[in-house]
C-alpha cells in the first residue's frame, strides 16, 4: 500500500503562486496515477488535476488549465501541483491520492490512498 503526504499550501494573495508537493511511500510514484483533489467549506471533493501511472498524461480540471500544472520526480517518488495565478475560488483543503488505474480517473472513489491534506487560502 502506497502512503502520501502533502505539503506547500499556506497563504498567499490572489495573482500568487504556490507549489504543493506530495511525497510517496510504498510503491514507485510511476506505478500509481496520482490526482490532486480539493475541498472547499460546504462542497464536495471536487478532482483538480492528475498524472497517469507509466506515460504520464496529465489532465486538469477547466477552471485550472492552464494555471495549474502537474509533475512528478520519479526519482524523489514526489508529485507535485504548482498553481500560478491563485484566484480566492481555490481556496481549499489539497488532497493528493493514488490508483493502479492506468487511466485518469475524475471520480474520488477509484481512488484507494490518499493523503491527509494541506490546507490552501487565497486572500483577495
Known amino acids: 500500500q502506497v502512503q502520501l503526504v502533502e505539503s506547500g499550501g499556506g497563504l498567499v494573495q490572489a495573482g500568487g503562486s504556490l507549489r504543493l508537493s506530495c511525497a510517496t511511500s510504498?510503491?514507485?510514484?510511476?506505478?500509481?496515477?496520482m490526482a490532486w483533489f480539493r475541498q472547499a467549506p460546504g462542497k464536495e471533493r471536487e478532482f483538480v488535476a492528475a498524472?497517469?501511472?507509466?506515460?504520464?498524461?496529465?489532465y486538469y480540471t477547466d477552471s485550472v488549465k492552464g494555471r495549474f500544472t502537474v509533475s512528478r520526480d520519479n526519482a524523489k517518488n514526489t508529485v507535485y501541483l504548482q498553481m500560478n495565478s491563485l484566484k480566492p475560488e481555490d481556496t481549499a483543503l489539497y488532497y493528493c491520492a493514488a490508483t493502479t488505474w492506468y487511466a485518469v480517473t475524475y471520480n474520488s472513489g477509484n481512488y484507494n490512498a490518499w493523503g491527509q491534506g494541506t490546507q490552501v487560502t487565497v486572500s483577495s
Open positions: 510504498g510503491r514507485a510514484v510511476s506505478d500509481r496515477t
Open positions: 498524472i497517469a501511472r507509466d506515460i504520464g498524461n496529465t
